[in-house]
């Protein structure tokens, strides 16, 4: 049975958030003083933890500073009627949660929910590269383990990590570095961290970029499987195009007229269709799903520069992934074969990684890339939109822009799901390079995570934090 100690000098509100936790099975501690609570804090910390930002002997915010060191893994809500901005950012980016006594109705559904995630913040993601996955787990700095297995071989793999560097690496027969070389060469499958394992001995001392430049040498010389492409065109430009893009890599491209498509398709099935529009007869938007109904990987469609303007209506349709004006956005062709073809694509999740760190990785796709959040404790929910090394979008509840993103680094129980999209927003409220970004949130939050000397709430009273406070009156007590 989980516990809990509710600690308000207020009668009303103790009893209130009492009825509230014993339905929901909690063992309940009720106390009016930090002194009638010694027992239960310095014992057994509580699995929740629900105190008054102003007590007789000292403050709410000592005994969550003095909770983060002693107990971090208790949950902690502050209640304070009148906060403000400093209050909220500094509880928030230290770990803690708070709430209004108005806002008590809310306790049932607010612990429900954080309960259901086991106070993680899980990011679930589509379409990420091992290197991603291996620099998002450098960057946490955790002891974790990552588990791959790769969908071709049906084989499984494991790197472990201990506080940021790579110590340890099985796959297939494979041990230490040759298993993690081996690992990084997978080209679709499935990830997902267990945080607890811990294997018996180390067999990999070097250093992780090391490792990784190494893993990366690797993947250039490996020859991928043969990708196939089928062109439907009047001329050759564009199987011409591609061949000449991708004349190092196994890529099979054939070109044929409207007419044979259909035969063509029934025939064989390839990792990707090209079509070029001019070649499509009356309703193309029929002939289009027509087309795809025959379950190509990838269905794209290119103009020539006279039709760019049917873009947007014809992206709307849904019936293709992707379309380019060609030969004017013949690159941008190249990196959408690339990328849908050749590149790694791992689906997975992992858990309780900073935001700020993740978007360091993640931002640094040149694909359109979509991510969208839910804020268990609040119940709110976000959006951010990253391409091209720029951070296009953020909306975090009503929050916009810059203060969206500030909500976004809050985050610490809830999820984080990253998934491609071949559409972002048309109206873009920060549209800025994702290292200037990174640069204004640092400052924030290193302003933030500051604990300042004085505290003063909405309705004027002030606080200067000190957790030695909770110490000596406890030991005083006892």
């Known amino acids: 049975m989980l516990s809990a100690l509710i600690l308000d000098p207020q009668e009303t509100s103790r009893q209130t958030i009492h009825r509230y936790l014993e339905k929901l099975n909690f063992e309940v501690h009720l106390a009016e003083r930090l002194v009638f609570a010694r027992d239960t804090l310095q014992h057994r910390p509580p699995d929740l933890i629900i105190a008054d930002i102003l007590l007789a002997e000292s403050s709410g915010f000592d005994l969550f500073l003095w909770l983060k060191e002693k107990a971090p893994q208790s949950v902690f809500i502050l209640l304070c009627d009148h906060p403000t901005d400093t209050i909220e950012a500094t509880l928030q980016w230290n770990g803690g949660f708070y709430l209004s006594r108005q806002q008590l109705k809310n306790l049932p559904t607010l612990l429900t929910r954080v309960r259901s995630y086991n106070r993680e913040l899980r ?3 589509e379409s990420l590269t091992l290197f991603d996955v291996t620099q998002l787990l450098t960057m946490s700095r955790q002891q974790s383990h990552l588990y791959v297995t790769d969908y071709a071989s049906g084989n499984e793999g494991l790197i472990c990590f201990e506080s940021g560097r ?37 067999t990999i001392d070097a250093e992780t970029n090391f490792l990784m430049a190494r893993s990366a040498l690797r993947q250039d010389q490996n020859i991928t499987s043969l990708k196939s492409v089928l062109c439907i065109s009047e001329d050759t430009a564009l199987e011409q195009h591609l061949l000449n893009s991708f004349s190092d890599q196994r890529l099979e491209v054939l070109s044929i007229p409207f007419a044979h498509a259909e035969s063509c398709l029934a025939m064989q099935s390839y990792d ?24 190509p990987g990838h269905l794209v469609l290119t103009l020539p520069a006279a039709d760019e303007n049917q873009l947007p209506e014809l992206l709307s349709q849904h019936v293709m992934a992707s379309a380019f004006v ?27 990684l900073q935001f700020f760190d993740a978007l360091q990785v993640l931002g640094m796709s040149s694909w359109p890339r979509k991510l969208e959040c839910f804020d268990a404790f609040s119940g709110t929910t976000g959006e951010l939109w990253l391409a091209n090394g720029l951070i296009l979008s953020a909306r975090f509840g009503e929050a916009q822009g810059m203060d969206a993103l500030k909500y976004w680094v809050r985050l610490k129980v809830g999820h984080v799901i990253l998934s491609e999209s071949e559409n972002p927003p048309q109206t873009q409220n920060v549209n800025a390079p994702l290292s200037r970004v990174l640069i204004q949130l640092a400052a924030h939050y290193d302003h933030a995570s500051i604990i ?12 200067q934090p000190n957790p030695a406070r909770i110490a000596q009156l406890l030991q005083r007590s006892a």
């Open 123 to 125: 990011y679930q993601f």
């Open 166 to 202: 790579i110590q340890h690496a099985v796959y297939d027969h494979f041990s230490g570095e040759e298993a993690f070389f081996e690992i990084m060469q997978l080209q679709n499958g499935a990830f997902c961290t267990a945080p607890d394992a811990r294997p018996e001995h180390y």
């Open 272 to 295: 990707l269709l090209i079509i070029e529009h001019s070649c499509l007869p009356g309703n193309s938007t029929e002939i289009l799903q027509q087309l795809r109904a025959y379950n």
């Open 326 to 352: 060609f030969p004017e956005q013949a690159p941008a062709l190249s990196a959408y074969v690339q990328h849908h073809l050749f590149d790694q694509r791992f689906a997975g999740e992992l858990l309780n």
């Open 452 to 463: 300042p000397d004085t505290l003063t709430t909405a309705d004027g009273h002030t606080i």
